[in-house]
């Protein structure tokens, strides 16, 4: 796909989210795609492999968040995969400090490859486990945001993503449609880790029926410091 049809469909879909972006942006985008492409040969990033695809499931599903985004937040985005939400936001978002965290190394070097060739700025990549993430005392609490997509079911997910919270900070749940019997089962562990659900968003991606939720949690408390359990616990053995 040449770039000139990459922008068109990029910007058509963007627009229904309201945001819109300059030359530089769409640029990035493309290179980025370009990347995706060139390292899933390699490796497993995605099982997405048309651009029109990867434009509507990964980047602009990436952004249906941002408006949750307050301005110059501090967000990780845990098990990242192939960067997504994060980059497509960092690419997006100037303005906020990005920490991409994920367990497998592989990924790692690529996401590095990204943030080189697309000379982003303020955002790090961490090779680590959720669990143990939340436990170290340098990442534990001292984010805006934390975020995740398409990662495990709302229990385990909260158990990865609140421990990562300051006070009054939001976790950002992005899922696939029908979640509402996933959330009532999660209730009991998102009250547990200190969280308040507080938002609860259901619609399609652009142009398109693919249905989405997007998931927001309210950090109301501290998260005790039994929590997250030991890898592998919470997937294993969810709070319910």
Not at 75 to 80: E, I, N, P, Q, S
Not at 122 to 130: C, F
Not at 233 to 238: F, G, L, M, S
Request: include cysteine; glycine fraction near 4%; charge should be positive.
């Amino acid at each position: 796909m040449e770039i000139q049809e990459f922008e068109k469909i990029l910007t058509k879909n963007l627009k229904e989210l309201e945001i819109e972006l300059d030359e530089k942006q769409v640029t990035q985008f493309y290179t980025y795609m370009q990347l995706l492409l060139e390292w899933n040969e390699k490796i497993n990033l995605t099982a997405i492999k048309d651009p029109e695809e990867i434009i509507l499931k990964h980047f602009v599903d990436s952004l249906t968040i941002a408006k949750y985004i307050k301005k110059e937040a501090t967000l990780v985005d845990v098990g990242t995969g192939a960067g997504f939400p994060g980059i497509p936001l960092k690419i997006y978002r100037k303005d906020i400090k990005i920490t991409l965290m994920d367990s497998l190394n592989k990924r790692i070097n690529f996401l590095n490859d990204v943030i080189n060739k697309l000379d982003l700025q303020e955002i790090e990549t961490i090779h680590s486990r959720a669990e143990e993430f939340g436990r170290n005392k340098k990442y534990r609490e001292k984010f805006d945001i934390a975020t995740s997509r398409a990662v495990a079911n709302m229990s385990t997910l909260s158990e990865y993503l609140m421990p990562c919270l300051n006070e009054n900070g939001i976790a950002i749940s992005m899922k696939g449609p029908k979640v509402s019997e996933e959330l009532e089962r999660a209730k009991k562990a998102i009250k547990l880790l200190g969280g308040e659900i507080i938002k609860v968003e259901e619609f399609c991606l652009p142009n398109s029926d693919i249905e989405r939720t997007i998931v927001l949690i309210k950090k109301k408390r501290n998260t005790p410091s039994k929590f997250p359990r030991k890898p592998g616990t919470p997937a294993k053995d969810p709070i319910f």
